[in-house]
C-alpha cells in the first residue's frame, strides 16, 4: 500500500494518476484528511493504512508569504516530514520527500549536484532544508529526498497557465530573462516519484537525494516564448526584463540548475528535456485553462 499525502495538490494528483495506471494500491490523503503538523493523526493514519511507501506532497508553497509566516511555513515543510518520517522509522515503511531547488544559494554557473553544498536565501528555501535534513536523519536507509523546480501542471494553478491566460488579454509581456531554471512537468516528476519508490522496495534504488528536474535549462523569459510557440503566436510579444522590475518578498535563485547524476544509481533515467516536455504537456494544459 502507497500513502500519498497532500493528495489534492497539482503534484499529489498526477502520483495518484500514474499509481492508478499501473495498478499500484494506494490511500490518498488530502490536508483536510491528514495534517501532517500533527504527529498523533500521522501514527493513527500509520496504523489504519500501513503503508509501505509514502510520497509527501504535503507543503507550504506559498515562497513569498513564508517571509512574514516562517513559523507557519516550518510547521509544514519541517515538522511535516519529521512526522512522517518518525512514523516510518517505527513501521519500515519508505518515504518520498519533495523538495526544492531554493534549498541552494542560486549563485552558481554549473549545475548543481546532490550532495552540492546547500545554502538557501529564503524562508521557504530554509523550511525545506530542514525537511530534508529531517527524513535523512532519521531514514538513512529508507528516506529519499526528490528536489524539483518550475513544477507546472494540468491540476492546479502554475506558470505555463497564467501565461496561456495573459496571451490573451496582453498585447506584450515583459518576463525575467535573468533566472535560469529547468520548468519540470508534474507527470514526469511523478513519474520518476513511483519509479523511484518501486527502486526502493526492490532494494536497487540507493536512498539519498535525487534531483527530479526536468533536463536543460531556460530563462522565464524563454520558457515563455516556447509557451507562445506551443500556441501558434509570435513569441517576439515576450519581451526580455531583468528581476529588478519585479521586487518580490522573496529571493529568487538567479542559477536553479540542477544535475541529475544520482539517478543512474538506482537504474531510473533522468527526466525528459525541458522543450520536449513541455510540447507532450501542452494539449493537457490548454484544455484545463480554457475549459
Request: glycine share 10%; charged share 25%; proline share 6%.
Amino acid at each position: 500500500m502507497w500513502l500519498v499525502t497532500g493528495a489534492g495538490g497539482m503534484l499529489g494528483r498526477d502520483v495518484l494518476a500514474r499509481l492508478e495506471r499501473d495498478g499500484v494500491p494506494f490511500v490518498a490523503l488530502e490536508r483536510k484528511a491528514l495534517d501532517v503538523t500533527d504527529p498523533a493523526a500521522v501514527a493513527a493514519a500509520f496504523a489504519e493504512h500501513r503503508p509501505a511507501v509514502v510520497v509527501n506532497c504535503a507543503a507550504w508553497t506559498a515562497v513569498d508569504d513564508a517571509e512574514s509566516r516562517e513559523d507557519e511555513a516550518a510547521a509544514i515543510n519541517g515538522e511535516g516530514p519529521r512526522n512522517l518520517a518518525a512514523a516510518c522509522a517505527e513501521t519500515g515503511a519508505v518515504l518520498l520527500q519533495v523538495s526544492t531547488d531554493y534549498v541552494f544559494p542560486g549563485d552558481a554557473d554549473t549545475p548543481y549536484a546532490e550532495d552540492a553544498p546547500t545554502g538557501p536565501r529564503s524562508a521557504y528555501g530554509r523550511t525545506k532544508l530542514a525537511g530534508e535534513r529531517a527524513v535523512l536523519d532519521a531514514l538513512p536507509e529508507t528516506g529519499y529526498v526528490v528536489r524539483t523546480a518550475w513544477l507546472y501542471g494540468a491540476g492546479g494553478g502554475n506558470f505555463v497557465r497564467t501565461m496561456i491566460r495573459l496571451e490573451g488579454v496582453k498585447d506584450t509581456l515583459d518576463v525575467v530573462d535573468d533566472q535560469r531554471g529547468q520548468p519540470t512537468w508534474t507527470v514526469d516528476l511523478a513519474d520518476r516519484l513511483v519509479r523511484l519508490g518501486r527502486g526502493a522496495l526492490a532494494g536497487t534504488a540507493p536512498a539519498g537525494v535525487y534531483h527530479g528536474t526536468s533536463g536543460g535549462a531556460v530563462t522565464w523569459c524563454g520558457f515563455t516564448r516556447a509557451i507562445f510557440e506551443e500556441l501558434g503566436e509570435d513569441p517576439e510579444r515576450v519581451r526580455p526584463t531583468t528581476s529588478a522590475a519585479f521586487v518580490r518578498p522573496a529571493p529568487r535563485p538567479a542559477y536553479s540548475v540542477l544535475a541529475h547524476d544520482r539517478w543512474a544509481a538506482a537504474g531510473i533515467a533522468p527526466i525528459q528535456d525541458w522543450r520536449a516536455a513541455l510540447t507532450q504537456a501542452f494539449p493537457g494544459l490548454l484544455a484545463a485553462e480554457r475549459g
